[in-house]
């Protein structure tokens, strides 16, 4: 291995800087040239190829989004595209790829693999924490913070007014951040994708607390089947039109923001050893963490099921609720 290429691809999240940071000077302790890609796949069919070296990573450990940039790629998704990629690659002598993205950009790396012989390993950077092979994805615990933080100023209006307030926050797909930041502020209910909305329910655990609590939080995940916050809360007023209703989408706040401590010290440690991976000969495998020890998983396992929510942290929700 003698040099190597990092970029970062999909959405981006906060602490994948820290990992860029990791890669290419661990790649420089180990004597490895490093080479950026600027906006992911994108960027490695256009030739956006920079040398770095270790003052390109200096002071950036703390900052949010990608130095490197990132970029959702449609040419890479044609055959053509991926062999411009190629070229480029080769044109370059790389020989090992570092891939800092969720699972479409993992899903790329595999399509990839069955025309390029160069060794891919990936860093999962995702605040939405989908994927399987990692407790804490990149970016993750930063994002659930920034809820909590934004959750904990809309409580404090919401108990002087006596409101109910739909908090909606990002996942797609997965509800791990509304679990994780529901329970973190204390809502009074978290509507995810992963279990049935029932608004009749919903009405019920409302009104059920109504004399003992004066503000009431829902935190609604974006891509629950019933819909955003804006088409639940409508239909929860027309069937409580006494209470106060407002909504809040959180929206974008939840990508950026300094990265926190578990998400410098998370990210470092999977950019430290994504590099020596690739050193030891592995390949299309996502780094992770699982019960707090690096751990390996094939990209095809890593993007075929989405983690699942913990039973134990709904259970609970629905008792500490009440
Ligand atoms: P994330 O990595 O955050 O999940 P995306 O789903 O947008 O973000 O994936 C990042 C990029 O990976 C896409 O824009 C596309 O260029 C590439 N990609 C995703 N799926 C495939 C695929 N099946 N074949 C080739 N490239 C893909």
Do not use: W
């Not at 661990?26 to 890609?37: D, L, M, N, Q, W």
């Not at 070296?53 to 490197?68: E, K, Q, W």
């Not at 992963?194 to 829902?218: A, C, V, Y």
């Not at 010290?265 to 999977?270: G, H, K, L, P, T």
């Amino acid at each position: 291995m003698k040099r190597i290429a990092v970029f970062t691809s999909g959405g981006d999240s906060p602490g994948m800087n820290a990992c860029i940071r990791a890669v290419v000077r661990t790649a420089i302790y180990h004597k490895i040239e490093v080479f950026g890609i600027r906006h992911g796949y994108d960027g490695m069919i256009k030739d956006e190829f920079i040398e770095m070296d270790s003052s390109s990573v200096a002071n950036i450990i703390h900052r949010g989004g990608t130095i490197l940039k990132t970029a959702r790629s449609k040419d890479f998704l044609t055959i053509e595209g991926r062999k411009s990629a190629l070229a480029n690659l080769k044109k370059h002598n790389i020989d090992g790829v570092v891939v800092i993205g969720g699972d479409g950009s993992f899903r790329g790396a595999l399509q990839f693999s069955e025309i390029c012989d160069i060794p891919f390993v990936g860093c999962p950077g995702t605040i939405d924490n989908d994927l399987i092979g990692t407790d804490f994805a990149i970016g993750y615990d930063t994002a659930v913070n920034t809820v909590i933080d934004a959750v904990d100023k809309i409580r404090d209006t919401a108990e002087s007014h006596d409101r109910l307030f739909f908090v909606e926050v990002m996942g797609r797909d997965a509800g791990l951040i509304a679990l994780r930041s529901g329970i973190g502020v204390g809502a009074e209910a978290i509507i995810m994708p992963e279990t049935k909305t029932d608004i009749e329910d919903l009405i019920k655990r409302l009104e059920s607390g109504r004399k003992s609590k004066s503000s009431k939080i829902i935190i609604v995940a974006e891509g629950d089947e019933a819909g955003g916050a804006f088409v639940i809360a409508e239909q929860v007023k027309k069937r409580l039109p006494d209470y106060d209703t407002r909504v809040t989408i959180l929206g974008h706040i939840q990508r950026g923001g300094n990265p926190s401590a578990m998400d410098r010290v998370n990210s470092s440690r999977m950019g430290f050893a994504a590099i020596e991976a690739l050193i030891a000969g592995k390949q299309n495998v996502m780094i992770g963490i699982i019960d707090k020890k690096i751990a390996y998983t094939p990209f095809q396992n890593a993007v075929k099921h989405h983690q699942r929510l913990n039973p134990d942290f709904v259970r609970m929700l629905d008792i500490l609720s009440l």
